[in-house]
């Protein structure tokens, strides 16, 4: 696939405004894409973790899934392809976007999506109980929504919620900053583990797009909570060895 391979360019991607993303089964997905926000375009980090499930290595059968800041919808709806109860979400202005590409590939659903508006850092009820999975694809660049992120993730996980978190490891301007922040905020809450390069799709991708999973640190109450010192204790060694791999 080459540095960024078949996981493609945003150049090409913009050119014909319409993005096909095959699938290993079936007709290939059908995105459209606009001129305008950094919503409106499939981005690389996208494409890698829509294929990335299509490995099967967290199956996403009759689960609930929930999609933050899902942009043209291309992770969510790859999930829906794979039999997932799927719940996109962004802002009022993507809405549009997201039911176009809803409807250009219900065909392909074999369970069930549909779009709703969430804001970063205002209220979730709506959208609970928590989801089985929560899905992100490059929503770390800007240093404004960090803390909204994580206060809107806090509050739709469950001890049982499996975040997969995929971004494009960026070195210019302050995006290394922005990463290491996110990262220390995360670990107050949250356990994460780094999914290796070799379990990813093995034509999308790329050695600086990463992808985690993410969970609840057990507290008290939680089931599973009598597990903490044999899981909690070595995933904050794997958060702390991670974030200095950053600082490399």
């Known amino acids: 696939m080459g540095r960024r391979g078949r996981a493609g ?4 991607a913009m050119a014909g405004f319409v993005r096909e993303l095959e699938r290993r089964a079936g007709p290939a997905l059908r995105l459209e894409q606009r001129a305008g926000g950094v919503g409106c375009v499939v981005w690389d980090a996208a494409l890698v973790l829509a ?21 043209t919808g291309a992770v969510g709806i790859m999930a829906a392809t794979l039999g997932a109860d799927v719940t996109l979400t ?5 809405q549009e976007l997201l039911a176009v590409n809803i409807e250009n590939n219900r065909h392909l659903v074999t369970g069930s999506v549909r779009a709703e508006v969430l804001k970063w850092g205002e209220d979730v009820s709506e959208f609970r109980p928590p989801p089985d999975y929560i899905l992100m694809a490059d929503c770390i660049y ?3 929504s960090l803390e909204p992120l994580l ?14 978190c995929c971004y494009e490891q960026r070195t210019m301007g302050k995006n290394p900053e922005i990463e290491r922040r996110y990262f220390e905020l995360l ?22 797009i990463h992808i985690l999973t993410i969970h609840r640190k ?3 109450g939680d089931r599973g909570s009598l597990l903490i010192d044999q899981h909690t204790l070595p995933a904050v060694s794997r958060a702390a060895a991670y974030l200095a791999r950053l600082e490399l």
């Open 151 to 164: 206060k809107t993730l806090r509050e739709l996980t469950g001890p049982d919620t499996c975040v997969l």
């Open 218 to 220: 057990r507290t008290v």
């Open 9 to 12: 360019s945003v150049r090409a």
């Open 187 to 208: 670990q107050v809450d949250f356990e994460l583990e780094r999914v290796p390069l070799d379990q990813h799709d093995e034509e999308y991708r790329s050695e600086d």
């Open 142 to 144: 800007y240093e404004e």
């Open 51 to 71: 294929k990335f499930l299509e490995t099967g290595a967290w199956p996403l059968s009759r689960k609930a899934v929930l999609e933050l800041g899902s942009g």
């Open 90 to 94: 962004d802002l009022q202005e993507l």
